[in-house]
T-cell receptor, first 110, second 111 residues
């Protein structure tokens, strides 16, 4: 099974609304990564978080890593149609450096 | 950086046939991963190499699946006696650290 759980599974928003997806782990993660996959495409790396409580921003995207390093979130401000896709978090599990959550599929209605 | 390449991009086969996919990672990336992805699901881990050593293999992988990375460069994933349930996108990723760089994938359809 998956190491990290993501919610929600789907999110439909009006263009201009904000969007947040959450990632939760039952164990402490040494790092967590976020990927975006456009429809018909492959996952593309967005960011990696390593430090407890870390917050990173990329334009309208804000990524957070929880203090206990067991959860993370991705927040998009004022969504655009170009934000459409599935957002995955991924982290290490055992000896495997990269195990993915099931993702949150974002639809943006213009 | 020429990116991760995978071949073929599409494969249609009949049930019971064997198929082999190839992945060429980014040059000098010592880590290589294989994943399987079905519609609406996240990439499901199959196996992981560090250089030529296969360090992890998912329990989900039956004996029909085998992967190699003979010289620590390209890798092959073979599926023997394919079943309809094997139909999926097979993704390869490579890295030098935690961040994975994905190839375009091989879409397998088993009839």
């Amino acid at each position: 099974g998956q190491q990290v759980m993501q919610i929600p599974q789907y999110q439909h928003v009006q263009e201009g609304e904000d969007f947040t997806t959450y990632c939760n782990s039952s164990t402490t993660l040494s790092n967590i990564q976020w990927y975006k996959q456009r429809p018909g495409g492959h996952p593309v790396f967005l960011i990696q978080l390593v430090k407890s409580g870390e917050v990173k921003k990329q334009k309208r995207l804000t990524f957070q890593f929880g203090e206990a390093k067991k959860n993370s979130s991705l927040h998009i401000t004022a969504t655009q149609t170009t934000d459409v896709g599935t957002y995955f978090c991924a982290g290490p599990k055992g000896n495997t450096p990269l195990v993915f959550g099931k993702g949150t599929r974002l639809s943006v209605i213009a | 950086d020429t990116g991760v390449s995978q071949d073929p991009r599409h494969k249609i086969t009949k049930r019971g046939q064997n198929v082999t996919f190839r992945c060429d990672p980014i040059s000098e990336h010592n880590r290589l991963y294989w994943y399987r992805q079905t519609l609406g699901q996240g990439p499901e881990f199959l196996t992981y190499f560090q250089n030529e050593a296969q360090l992890e293999k998912s329990r989900l992988l039956s004996d029909r699946f085998s992967a190699e990375r003979p010289k620590g460069s390209f890798s092959t994933l073979e599926i023997q006696r394919t079943e309809q349930g094997d139909s999926a996108m097979y993704l390869c990723a490579s890295s030098t650290g935690p961040r994975g760089f994905f190839g375009p994938g091989t879409r397998l359809t088993v009839l």
